[in-house]
């Protein structure tokens, strides 16, 4: 019964998503085109959630679902890392039209070439596993 509630949030986000076209490789194209404000709006709209959800969980001090509490540890300082990182997700995402959340809608939704872009992400996650260690942390 436990993963039922997941396996519901994980199908209202898809609906989600898919509703708001944010799985449309169109509105991806348009975006690293600077065409249409669409995706930058939904973008915005998902990071000032997050603000939000974070400032509750911390002025609240929430606990997680076996009621410990939550705890959000800062990031270490550093930019360069974080510029490679996503300069990489981003080249991905503009070449494949799509970012991990959506390869599993898309393949939901019945589009089975997408299968190709996630075989090629979970390649590109075994290969960053295999590298991590000799990489700057």
Partial sequence: MNLLKYLAVGFLFGLV???????????IFEMFMFQSFHMYGIIGVAVTTGVIGIQII?????????????????????????????????????LVGSCPGPIFILIGAGFMSV????????LGTFFYGVIKDKLPH
Avoid at 17 to 27: D, G, I, P, Q
Avoid at 77 to 89: A, N, P, Q, T
Avoid at 115 to 122: D, E, R, S, T
Wanted: glycine share 14%; proline share 2%.
């Fill in 58 to 94: 911390k002025r609240n001090k929430l606990k997680d679902i076996d009621g410990l509490p939550i705890e959000i540890i800062d990031k270490e300082k550093g930019s360069f890392r974080y510029w490679i990182g996503g300069l990489l997700f981003g080249l991905g995402w503009a």
């Fill in 115 to 122: 299968g190709i872009i996630l075989i090629g992400a979970l």
């Fill in 17 to 27: 998503l898919t509703k708001s076209e944010a799985v449309s490789w169109y509105r």
